[in-house]
């Protein structure tokens, strides 16, 4: 979410100096992002083939290589490397981490990647995005904050495969019982 709202807000700023206005590509981080973090395997790189990805979201090769290259830029992702039109991607653990296997603090020391959270405030804040830096000790907060999360989340129900037969209950085999 705080993606999508960091770039549209850098859209509309630049629309408005160059009346450029790009609509396949408002809302499309999100759905590119949601889509990777589907692909969290353990502590590992998703790997992206930019042709079928293109193909499968109904976006031209150049547009979806464009919004990679803005999430990297912006430390969403890192980019781990690119051949022929493949890359390995490190998800930011501030976007998505995989639960039970994935500490959030060793994929933020290995890319220095920042705190990212978007204003309680959502749409209506001055400053929709709050991007903290890298910080050992910020992330040892978060972990610690939300140790909760990232040891045993309440999954949802979506066309996520990682969630797709979960419980939305965890540790109830049916919220009736």
Not at 39 to 47: C, E, G, H, I, S
Not at 77 to 93: F, I
Not at 135 to 143: A, F, G, K, L, N
Request: aromatic share 8%; with cysteine; hydrophobic share 40%.
């Amino acid at each position: 979410m705080a993606a999508d709202l960091q770039h549209q807000q850098e859209l509309t700023r630049e629309s408005r100096s160059t009346m450029r206005a790009g609509r396949e590509e408002v809302g499309a981080l999100a759905v590119l992002l949601t889509r990777l973090a589907c692909r969290l395997q353990k502590d590992a790189p998703v790997t992206l083939d930019f042709n079928d990805e293109a193909a499968t979201v109904e976006l031209s090769t150049s547009v979806l290589q464009a919004q990679v290259a803005w999430l990297v830029e912006h430390r969403y992702l890192a980019l781990d490397g690119m051949v022929d039109g493949l890359a390995r991607l490190w998800v930011n653990p501030a976007v998505a981490f995989l639960p039970r296997t994935t500490d959030p603090r060793r994929a933020a020391v290995r890319h220095r990647f920042p705190y990212i959270v978007t204003d309680t405030q959502g749409m209506s804040a001055q400053q929709r995005v709050h991007v903290v830096q890298y910080d050992e000790d910020v992330w040892q907060r978060v972990y610690q904050f939300d140790a909760e999360q990232f040891n045993d989340p309440q999954t949802l129900r979506s066309d996520c495969p990682l969630h797709h037969s979960a419980s939305p209950f965890p540790g109830s085999r049916d919220p009736q019982d």
